[in-house]
């Protein structure tokens, strides 16, 4: 058995969108190193609620990394201090005894707060209604092979489809723009010849769909690339400018 | 397919378009400076130089317009993502902290618009500096010229002035240090290898440029105008 840690922490408590929002502060005596960061969190609420307190609403899902529902802003940096991780793989063997922690949740306009360390992630849905998506009739699943796709081609088309779209791009962003999540399904489907045919139309609608949500010009600090869980390249975004000048062109 | 109009205004029209205009910006500071290195050529070369320039008569003034639509659009594009950000996020961090790696956040990145604007204020008084400073006259291969060489080399020896110019050329390289690369970046460039090779570029390129710049008030205000350089 590991020793429990004493963890000083900070949270971000909002009732509503409408409400003023405040720091509340809290020392937990009983973390475990192999606690993942939402464990602990775990921890934190079962504390809260034997006091007679609200818990703290954070989102997740899978807690394995892949659903892209955890989006915690942890002491400034979006998913933590590990590189190609969401907090919810965080482990608390990267904090030591008596360390104080700041969580936030991501901060942007297009992304408004629900409850405490939850925001609406719906303006990413809408960038994909406005064409991240191919329209054919699947029918059931095709031979792999029918389709020849060039190697190099297939392995981009996988990397950029990757992104599970937690929004940690935007939550680093000094300038909260989406331009990597745009950029990775839009780079995902143009990679790809299913995805050829409405090439043009679909950078064309995504980037005015970005603009229209209210996230900000990307200025190439590539913050979202260092922040991404999955190691999305801003190459995504050098992508998505080419398809656009030569949709522009067209 | 996008007008033209809906494709500048867009954010990738906008980011390629500051690329663009700092790219030509760029060009113009490498034939500003050699230019300017005449000063350190035969006594009259520097004023030949500029009669040079003053002789092409309009076509002067449609470079001219065509620098300044450059500058202007680059400013106004600069300043507009800037005032964006605080639209895209209301409220900020309490805590905010670059994660490093791939992350091209520094003191050069995130001082652009500081290091832009005081570019901008001091282009304004450049410009009244020396293009409409004291107008000495001389005599050029029997035509009458402007003396502008005398303006510099009297400018450059009051302290204050040698002081804001090194100070802004020195803003200079940070900001070219980002935009050199970011704008290779706007316009398509991956973010692999190549990209690193611009990084190390565009630091060579900023440094070596500004240092070229510098050398002049800093050579001029440490010799009082009379350094072996300077012919007579």
Redesign the interface.
Known sequence: MSKDMTIHLKYWKQAGPDAQ?Y?EEKTLNTVNEHMSFLEMLDVLNEELQLEGKDPVEFDYDCREGICGSCNL?I????HG?K?KVACCQLHMRNYKDGDHI?I?PP????FPIIKDLVVDRSAFDRIIEAGGYVSVKTGSAQEANSIPIEKEHSDLAFDYATCIGCGACVA?C????A?LFTGAKIAHLGKLPQGELER?KRV?AM??Q??EE??????????C???CPVGI???A??E???D??K??F? | ??S?K??LS???????MTGITGIGLMFFLIGHLAGNLSIFGTADAFNIYTKTLMDLGPLLYVIEAGLAFFFLYHTVLGVS?WL??R???????????????????NLA??S?IISGSIIFIFLVLHIIHFKFGADYTTMIDGEQARDLRRLVLEEFQKTWVVIGYVFVLLLAVLHLA?GF??AF????????ETSKKIQVTAYAFSIILMLGFIFIPLYIYFTGGEGSLISY
Not at chain 1, 174 to 177: E, G, H, T
Not at chain 2, 88 to 98: F, H, I, L, M, V
Request: proline letters at 5%.
């Open positions: 929002g720091f802003v002491n400034g940096q979006a201090p590189e700041t936030e901060k942007a306009g297009a680093a000094p300038n909260a723009s331009s043009s064309v980037v005015d970005m603009k209210g996230f900000g010009d990307c200025s190439n600090f590539a913050e690339e260092a922040v390249s801003i190459s975004i050098a998505m400018r080419k656009y000048v949709a522009v067209s | 397919m996008p033209i809906q494709a867009s954010q990738v029209g906008r980011k390629i993502i964006g950000r639209k895209a996020r209301p409220e900020g961090y309490n805590t905010y902290k670059s994660k490093g790696g791939p992350s091209h956040q990145s995130r652009m980002h690369w970011s970046t706007s316009l398509g460039m991956k973010h692999g």
